[in-house]
């Protein structure tokens, strides 16, 4: 059977352990692995604003916008290239992350946000997305001791917007969506991530 290239995406709070994943899943599936924010040189510097803890009169718009703007250079220079030559890419967060945060958490209207980064994807949306819900306990767990960045330090109440956001979103789109409880140990989350993604995209 001929594979054809898939760009899988993972979503989920701050903690959930999607970097782990993502990383694991890329390297045995031998796929490109990359994030937004900061997935190229361009979007690096675009994600030093929108993380850095001493701006704290961003707009909500122009949150909005500087996270479209990374995401349409880091399809243009690297989704697309990877898919275009045959590869698989994993992404830690993607255009779904805009739609959660800037959406459900900020207030902004979330299909207003979607058409926006519809065409800043060039209706390139990934083909999968594995949302990791974890217990907020813990998440607490897992983030303590760290310093935290400009999102990590908005109000519980955000965060559970962004959760609920999430859960609304898989809820509406099944066929896209597969939600993994990740507040397992990390062999046993992985092993239910695999099985999605071999189910799902047969790969
Ligand atoms: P992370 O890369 O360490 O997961 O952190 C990214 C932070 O940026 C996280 O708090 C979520 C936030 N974010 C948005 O608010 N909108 C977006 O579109 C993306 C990609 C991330």
Known sequence: METTSCYIAFEGAEGCGKSTHAARLAAELG??????????????????????????????????????ADRAQHLQELVRPALAAGRHVVSDRTVYSTLAYQGYGRGLDVDELRHINGWAIDGQWP???????????????????????????????????????????????PDHWVVVDASAGIDEVYVAIRAAVHDRLGI
């Open 31 to 68: 796929a490109v692995l990359t994030r937004e924010t900061g997935g190229t040189a361009i979007g690096a510097r675009i994600r030093a604003i929108l993380h850095d803890t001493s701006v704290t009169d961003l707009a909500d718009r122009a949150e909005a916008l500087l996270t479209a």
């Open 127 to 173: 083909h999968l997305v594995l949302l990791l819900e974890v217990d907020p306990a813990v998440q607490a767990g897992r983030m303590h001791g760290r310093e935290l960045d400009r999102f990590e330090r908005e109000s519980d109440d955000f965060h559970q917007r962004v959760r609920d956001g999430f859960a609304r979103m898989a809820a509406d789109d």
